[in-house]
């Protein structure tokens, strides 16, 4: 029951990419009901549990994979005496295509684990209750609701 348009916050970090001119006039033109806000830079942790919690493991055991992938298929090309300039890797579409969807799999079994989980959303529902805690402190003293010390660009609500 909650309109396409309801106003919302999105969260981004501080790429370069995301700051541009061009991406967020993007966002004010083709979305204007959302309210962009910055991670301010070294608070990921803080401010995007997630990313640390479980992006950042997903990712790394996807590079290991990768990487025992790289070393099982130059071992097998040494063994059948190739030498090191001969070595060619096979990065065909199909190679890819089924190496790639094997290593988000099993990097996804290593860390789809309840603790992992539980532990990002008690971080998000405390950083939840503070944030309401607050509205609920400045709705009394009759201010406008903002999380604006929490970013660098104003919200453009």
């Known amino acids: ?76 090309q040494l063994r059948a005496g190739r030498t090191a300039d001969e070595i060619r890797l096979d990065v065909t579409k199909g190679t890819l295509r089924d190496r790639s969807m094997r290593w988000v799999v099993e990097a996804y079994k290593l860390i789809n684990k309840p603790d992992i989980v539980q532990k990002v959303c008690s971080i998000l529902a405390d950083q939840y209750q503070v944030l309401m805690w607050r509205a609920g402190f400045l709705a009394l003293q009759g201010w406008y609701y903002s999380i604006q010390p929490l970013f660098r660009e104003p919200c453009k609500c």
């Open 1 to 76: 029951g909650v309109p396409l348009n309801q106003p919302c916050i999105l969260q981004l970090d501080c790429w370069s990419v995301h700051r541009s001119v061009a991406f967020r006039t993007w966002l004010d033109v083709n979305y204007e009901w959302i309210c962009y806000r910055f991670v301010p830079a070294g608070t990921t942790g803080v401010a995007q549990p997630c990313n640390v919690d479980i992006q950042r493991p997903l990712k790394l055991a996807i590079k290991e994979l990768q990487h025992e992938d790289i070393v099982a298929e130059t071992l097998t």
